[in-house]
């Protein structure tokens, strides 16, 4: 079995010393899973409504969360390790809808008011920021938006759906990528400054975030990348 490569290939050691494998038949039932909704996309010719783009997300994000949390405990993250949260996570049109909509489901007080108001100065930060070759279309490239992504990081803001506990306060609407941000080495890795911390990857995360991408061209014509309060300030 341990010579197996598939095994070897879900096999993964921590900080702590610990080795651990991700189970073989969760791993392939979840690619067996992923690989229908590319099916579904691929038989729709590329063209899907926004309801079943948005549906077909939802899909994704269960899949990937159920291979992260059967690993959970030999992951350094935990409640109100936050650190992670300073990164600023680009995300396609049909994440950035699910996120519209959370926020228009907030109701009116103090809490959606400060959400407003972070996601309107990132937004003058990022626009702000001298990463782009064409000023006139800032972050209008993936090289562009990779590098303000970089510079923005270095100020340590952290993300406005970060609630004074260090909690996620929008978590069941959380982007593929805080999804998939699970960590093996100590928490200090994810501090500015410090690392960089080393991630736990598989084929599973990488299979949905190519599928994610798809998605946003499938369901709404839109195949860019774009961070979180751009979506939410300038669309
Ligand atoms: S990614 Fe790093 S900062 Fe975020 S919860 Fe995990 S260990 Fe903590
Ligand atoms: S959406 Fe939530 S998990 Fe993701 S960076 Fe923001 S606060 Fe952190």
């Given at each position: 079995m341990a010579d197996d490569p598939l095994v070897r290939d879900l096999t993964f050691s921590n900080v702590r010393g610990e080795t651990f494998t991700v189970s073989p038949s969760l791993y392939l039932a979840s690619l067996a899973e992923l690989g229908r909704i590319g099916d579904r996309i691929g038989e729709a010719g590329g063209s899907l409504s926004q309801g079943e783009a948005l549906l077909l997300l939802r899909e994704i994000y269960r899949i990937v969360d159920r291979v992260g949390e059967s690993v959970s405990?030999?992951?350094?993250?935990?409640?109100?390790?936050?650190?992670?949260?300073r990164m600023m996570v680009a995300v396609t049109r049909g994440e950035g809808e699910i996120l519209r909509a959370r926020v228009e489901r907030e109701p009116e007080g103090s809490r959606k008011d400060r959400w407003s108001a972070g996601l309107l100065s990132r937004t003058e930060t990022l626009l702000g920021?001298?990463?782009?070759?064409?000023p006139s279309r800032p972050l209008a490239t993936l090289p562009d938006m990779l590098a303000t992504c970089e510079a923005y990081e270095k100020k340590g803001f952290f993300c406005p759906f970060l609630g004074a506990d260090r909690l996620c306060e929008i978590y069941e609407d959380r982007p593929l990528m805080c999804r998939i941000c699970?960590?093996?080495?100590?928490?200090?890795?994810?501090?500015?400054?410090?690392?960089p911390p080393l991630k736990f990857r598989n084929g599973v995360f990488f299979r949905a975030f190519d599928l994610v991408i798809l998605l946003g061209k499938a369901g709404f014509g839109d195949d860019r990348h774009r961070p979180i309060p751009l979506w939410l300030t300038l669309e």
């Open positions: 405990s030999h992951m350094s993250c935990s409640a109100g390790c936050a650190a992670c949260c920021l001298k990463g782009s070759a064409d699970w960590t093996l080495t100590a928490p200090r890795d994810c501090d500015p400054g410090e690392g």
